[in-house]
């Protein structure tokens, strides 16, 4: 069965430091993966997705499948990213986005 | 274009009883999909819409029933509540061929007493 697997519900660094938010999931066919961000009173929106090999807002994220994970990276973290961030994996058989459990980022300054 | 948009903002109901909430997708986009999120958790998708039919489901009981109207808006039923159905119910949409670019509406927040 598919499963998306954030193990980190907090994670906090000061400004300019880097971060990494982790990912695992496991999906018997070709995955397709994404990250997703929620700011405070703001909507769920996507930030990135792993086909397109971009890097939005200086994060980037590889899709590893020899470790079946997708995590997401920035090199020197800022205050204005502190939000709640979801790894996705989209079925392309079920047309659906099974979502992780969700890292809270708390950028300190 | 205002987005997804969804009504209405909360909603206060006993158990029991059903429930209705309703979702406008972006403008130019088909298929609809709703999520359940419980507090503290990710986003579970409840199932997805695409030309007036449910094209997918997810693992809900059949408590949980939608409709999708010809202007592709959408309505999600919950009949029995139960104290466990309280939560975020999040609508999002899509571009007909692009369901993994969904657009996320503000969500319904339910809560069961």
């Known amino acids: 069965a598919q499963r998306v697997t954030q193990p980190e519900k907090l994670l906090s660094v000061f400004k300019g430091a880097p971060v990494e938010l982790k990912c695992n999931y496991s999906?018997?066919?070709?995955?397709?993966l994404f990250w997703y961000v929620q700011y405070s009173r703001q909507r769920l929106q996507l930030l990135l997705r792993?086909?397109s090999r971009e890097s939005i807002k200086g994060f980037t994220a590889d899709l590893n499948k020899g470790e079946t994970s997708f995590h997401l990276k920035k090199p020197f973290a800022q205050e204005e990213d502190s939000a709640m961030y979801y790894c996705?994996?989209?079925?392309?058989?079920?047309?659906?986005?099974?979502f992780g459990g969700g890292t809270r980022l708390m950028v300190k300054p | 274009d205002a987005g997804v948009t969804q009504s209405p903002t909360h909603l206060i109901k006993t158990r029991g009883q059903q429930v209705t909430l309703r979702c406008s997708p972006k403008?130019?986009?088909?298929?609809v999909s709703w999520y359940q999120q419980a507090l503290g958790q990710g986003p579970q998708f409840i199932f997805q819409?695409?030309?007036?039919?449910?094209?997918q489901r997810g693992n809900f009981p059949d408590r949980f029933s939608g409709h999708q109207f010809p202007n592709y808006s959408s309505e999600l039923n919950v009949n029995a509540l139960l104290l466990g159905d309280s939560a975020l119910y999040l609508c999002?949409?899509?571009?007909?061929?692009?369901?993994?670019?969904?657009?996320f509406g503000p969500g319904t927040r339910l809560t069961v007493t």
């Open positions: 999002a949409s899509s571009p007909a061929g692009s369901s993994y670019e969904q657009y």
């Open positions: 999906y018997s066919g070709s995955p397709e």
């Open positions: 792993h086909i």
């Open positions: 996705a994996l989209h079925h392309n058989a079920g047309n659906m986005l099974t």
């Open positions: 403008s130019g986009h088909d298929t």
């Open positions: 819409y695409y030309e007036e039919e449910e094209r």
